[in-house]
């Protein structure tokens, strides 16, 4: 027999009483997305066990989708180590995290209503724009009452707004979590976000002349990525989280360090490499350019992050070990790290 034909592809069996833990293990018996999927979960796993800091890239629009409790849950159980995010994926968690809500909605909706009601729409998502403006104006408040006279790293002011939410938040989100964590969050195109207009209508109301140190932020996780002794990647879509991250090992040299690359890597994306895009460039592209290593285990999850993320987590949840040693980081004015 032919050397490649030695797995036969098992037909997935249906039991009632299956945990997700054990619907994921019998998708790693079939094809296409299923064994992706399963091949995602047990890399991520791999990386519990090994000792590793496991970067975390968001992007897309999770929040809002309903996905703020998986992330508050991967923090918490420390199943991530840092993350990257879109700035509105946070500032929707501090919309929550203040008590509000996004509703389900319908996205055949006549938009020009939606639009006179006052009514946001992402998809079949819904939310108030009152609401939006209000948390723009807190984001405004809360930019006024720290030192106008230095800069601040993305990953210094997040973590101070995440503290202040652990005080006057009605739920525990993302910022919320990380802050009570000692998790360090990276928002590396912050004014591309409500978080950036609420800055912006701050300064304009001369309330506050708040600059960002973004190169800083470069620095901070290269810092990270040099003192692991090895480093994984874990991106929800693509954009500037990923980039930010996969570029930490290529900017080692910064520190006299040549890094081999992401030990592990895990995307899950809707996009499509032809196109040249960052969302659905391959992680064999990466390794062109040193980003991942040339060994490492990888794999790539076509799926609606809405779908395969609460299916990994939860998987993982059922079976994960605690992890041996963990990084652990002191976030004050400048981030010092131990592994």
């Not at 079949?124 to 807190?138: A, L, N, R, T």
């Not at 109301?205 to 090895?230: G, M, R, W, Y």
């Not at 990888?298 to 299916?311: E, G, K, R, W």
Request: hydrophobic fraction near 40%.
């Amino acid at each position: 027999m032919d050397e490649h034909l030695h797995t036969p592809v098992t037909p997935f069996p249906i039991s009632p009483k299956s945990s997700v833990s054990e619907l994921v293990t019998k998708m790693a018996g079939t094809s296409f997305q299923a064994r992706n999927l399963a091949q995602g979960a047990e890399i991520w796993s791999q990386m519990l066990k090994d000792e590793v800091t496991i970067f975390f890239g968001l992007a897309g629009a999770m929040i809002p989708a309903g996905m703020r409790r998986v992330m508050v849950y991967l923090i918490e159980n420390r199943l991530i180590d840092c993350l990257v995010a879109t700035g509105a994926n946070l500032f929707h968690d501090l919309h929550e995290s203040l008590g509000r809500f996004h509703y389900q909605g319908n996205p055949r909706a006549d938009d020009r209503e939606l639009c006179k009601l006052g009514i946001d729409r992402i998809r079949d998502v819904y939310m108030s724009d009152d609401e939006f403006v209000e948390g723009e104006g807190y984001i405004a408040e809360f930019s006024s009452s720290l030192d106008q006279d230095r800069p601040y790293t993305t990953r210094e002011y997040l973590f101070l707004l995440g503290k202040k939410l652990c005080a006057e938040g009605k739920a525990e989100g993302i910022l919320t979590s990380a802050a009570r964590a000692n998790i360090p969050i990276y928002c590396p195109a912050i004014g591309d976000s409500a978080l950036g207009i609420g800055m912006a209508g701050g300064r304009v109301k001369k309330q506050n002349k708040l600059l960002f140190d973004i190169v800083q932020d470069v620095i901070e996780i290269t810092q990270i990525a040099v003192s692991a002794p090895a480093t994984g990647v874990i991106y929800v879509g693509g954009g500037t989280p990923k980039n930010f991250i996969q570029q930490a090992e290529v900017t080692s040299y910064i520190f006299g360090k040549e890094l081999e690359g992401h030990k592990y890597a895990v995307q899950i994306t809707t996009d499509s490499p032809q196109w040249g895009g960052l969302s659905g460039c391959t992680f064999e592209e990466g390794k062109s350019w040193g980003k991942e290593a040339p060994s490492a285990r990888m794999v790539t999850i076509n799926s609606d992050a809405t779908i395969a993320l609460p299916i990994i987590v939860s998987a993982l949840a059922e079976t994960a070990t605690k992890r041996r040693n963990l990084p652990t980081f002191v976030l004050d004015r400048e981030l010092k790290v131990e592994n």
